[in-house]
């Protein structure tokens, strides 16, 4: 019953217009329900995580389903002035789509940054696919880490509602300083008559900010790689140094999101040591009642 309500729940929550608690509770209930009634496997591993991103997904997205509410605290000026500080007198998003963009078409470093952006949705997952299948050991206290990335980021949408650079200079507020979305303009020109719904599916809440969880999850992915695999560990850094650069170039955060991001996965890796205890309660917890489950 868990499992099947936290799928439909949130899928029927604005037309039954479920409470938001109601909502997270039912996301969250998942999870701890896959426990219980499986067995420990790989697969059950990889399982658990994807219900995590789910939950995530629903979670990030709540507070748009009262747009009014969520724009009367809509935080807009204070990244700008923080990225003009970091830029000397200019927003860097401007800088750098000047110094590389061209007005009113795309360029062939618009579209490859675009695709890395959109590589996001896959790689910290892919990142703890890899740590699950060739260094099993590590992979619950890494998927530990990750998910406590996402959820004190959807925190962070929660209690400070932050518009990106594109959304505050389409209404504004960055005065003579053009910046555009470049990624909404390539997708556009990739992906054709597909692009709407595609626009849709991933862009549940446009004010979901600060920090930057794009930045954040890649870093600490880099990070988790390393402690698996030299290899892999260069992979990821590198693809975190080419995100970082995208975000930037095609407006979609400002360097403060960016920064917030790397705030996040030090408070996560600091953090996580004094929350282990708390969590590995928990584990055993459940544990004993999937012993029962399973007798």
């Not at 260069?234 to 999101?257: P, Q, R």
């Amino acid at each position: 019953g868990a499992i099947a309500a936290s799928v439909a729940i949130p899928l029927l929550r604005r037309r039954l217009r479920i409470p938001a608690a109601a909502t997270v509770a039912a996301t969250v209930a998942g999870p701890v329900g896959t426990a219980i009634l499986f067995p420990r496997t790989k697969t059950r591993d990889a399982v658990l995580f994807g219900q995590q991103m789910w939950a995530f997904t629903v979670v990030h997205e709540l507070p748009y389903d009262d747009p009014d509410a969520l724009r009367a605290r809509l935080k807009v000026r204070y990244p700008i002035v923080a990225d003009r500080l970091i830029g000397f007198g200019r927003l860097p998003n401007s800088r750098l789509q000047k110094l590389f963009g061209k007005p009113d078409s795309t360029t062939a470093l618009d579209r490859f940054l675009s695709f890395a952006h959109w590589a996001w949705f896959l790689e910290p997952h892919a990142s703890l696919l890899f740590i699950l299948t060739r260094d099993n050991p590590r992979f619950a206290r890494a998927a530990r880490q990750m998910a406590a990335a996402y959820d004190l980021g959807c925190a962070g949408y929660f209690a400070v509602p932050t518009a990106p650079p594109w959304w505050a200079a389409e209404n504004g507020y960055t005065g003579d300083e053009k910046v555009e979305r470049l990624m909404e303009r390539v997708g556009e020109e990739v992906w054709g008559d597909l692009w709407p719904a595609l626009y849709r599916t991933f862009g549940g809440n446009p004010w979901a900010a600060m920090p930057s969880l794009h930045f954040g999850a890649s870093v600490l992915a880099a990070i988790l790689l390393s402690e698996s695999s030299r290899t892999a560990g260069a992979v990821g850094w590198a693809y975190a140094g080419v995100l970082g650069f995208a975000l930037v170039h095609l407006g979609e955060h400002y360097v403060l999101d960016l920064l917030a991001g790397l705030g996040l996965v030090v408070a996560v890796r600091k953090g996580e040591p004094i929350a282990e205890p708390v969590a590995l309660a928990l584990s055993d917890g459940i544990q004993k009642l999937e012993r029962l489950a399973n007798a």
